[in-house]
């Protein structure tokens, strides 16, 4: 059974993400996943690799000694500024 300390944490935690979700308007993944592919080629540039294939190219570029950005492009060009960085 479940203490009342632990359901009220629940609860606080399943309004507080319901109000952050609507206030930066977040939105569920759209689609099916999908795989990389095989690989065409992998290059390597000034601060990471980029790997490329038929269904597109991934960037990985690393920001700090405990931070990657990682780019997503289906035409393999990398103009859009937006990005998504993970804390190693």
Do not use: W
């Not at 979700?21 to 980029?50: C, M, S, W, Y």
């Amino acid at each position: 059974m479940v203490d009342r300390k632990t359901a009220m944490a629940a609860i606080r935690y399943s309004l507080t993400r319901a109000y952050q979700d609507r206030k930066h308007k977040r939105q569920k993944p759209h689609g099916q996943f999908q795989t990389l592919g095989a690989v065409n080629t992998i290059q390597q540039h000034e601060r990471g690799i980029t790997i490329s294939s038929s269904r597109g190219s991934v960037r990985l570029t690393l920001i700090a000694p405990d931070c990657i950005q990682v780019r997503f492009q289906t035409s393999g060009k990398f103009a859009v500024p937006f990005s998504y960085a993970a804390i190693l």
